[in-house]
């Protein structure tokens, strides 16, 4: 009669690889809501020359040209 051999106990340490592999998955997964909450087509690029953010243009006729108000104030020319 044979002796029942112990499972050995699962090693469920988290590797620095697992981890990334999450982190990327939040990230799609955040990305994956933005395109759900705007549309795949409601993404506008930045105009701004040393910016290449993308944004999710919320305007009617997507004429939003800036990921943020800095870079529309750094770019459009104040009124004396
Ligand atoms: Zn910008």
């Known amino acids: 009669m044979r002796a029942a051999v112990a ?6 340490s ?3 690889h697992l981890q990334a ?3 990327a998955a939040v990230a ?3 990305l994956a809501q933005g395109v759900v ?3 795949s ?3 506008g690029r930045c105009t701004a020359p040393d910016c290449a953010n993308y944004f999710p ?3 009617a006729n997507r004429t939003e040209q800036f990921c943020s108000a800095r870079c529309a104030n750094r770019l459009t020319p ?3």
Do not use: I
């Open 21 to 23: 592999v999450e982190t």
């Open 41 to 43: 087509d409601r993404w």
């Open 78 to 80: 104040s009124p004396p």
């Open 57 to 59: 243009d919320t305007t």
């Open 14 to 16: 988290r590797t620095p």
């Open 28 to 30: 799609a997964w955040g």
């Open 37 to 39: 909450l705007h549309g």
């Open 7 to 12: 499972p050995e106990p699962v090693q469920r």
